[in-house]
């Protein structure tokens, strides 16, 4: 009923930019929490950036300065801007969204995205 779908991943050079979308459709009422993690070759899959509906924000140490999280809670779409990239932010990206089903749903659930692909070369 409720799908998460990524997009903007690719194949890059260390130093360039990707921008990455998800965007959930289906059965939601609101979203609570939409974040990015990624999970890398013989690593355990790790928070990138969060953002809450309204607005805070928080990130990885590893991407503070270079990446930038946003959402367009009209859309229930969130953002990812990566700037600088390096070899070491090559992974797949997954986006989590939390998120209530009705108005008079008690808790929240959470779907996961299927992931992009960003591998930077060099």
């Known amino acids: 009923q409720v799908q998460v779908v990524e997009s903007g991943g690719g194949l890059v050079q260390t130093g360039d930019s990707l921008r990455l979308s998800c965007a959930a459709s289906?059965?939601?009422?609101?979203?609570?929490?939409m974040g990015w993690y990624r999970q890398a070759p013989g690593n355990q899959r790790e928070l990138v950036a969060g953002?809450?509906?309204?607005?805070?924000?928080n990130y990885a140490d590893s991407v503070k300065g270079r990446f930038t999280i946003s959402r367009d809670n009209a859309k229930n779409t969130v953002y990812l801007q990566m700037n600088s990239l390096k070899s070491e932010d090559t992974a797949v990206y997954y986006c989590k969204v939390v998120f209530r089903r009705t108005i008079l749903t008690p808790t929240t659930d959470t779907v996961w995205g299927q992931g992009t692909q960003v591998t930077v070369s060099s």
């Open positions: 953002i809450s509906r309204g607005g805070s924000t």
């Open positions: 289906g059965s939601i009422f609101s979203i609570d929490i």
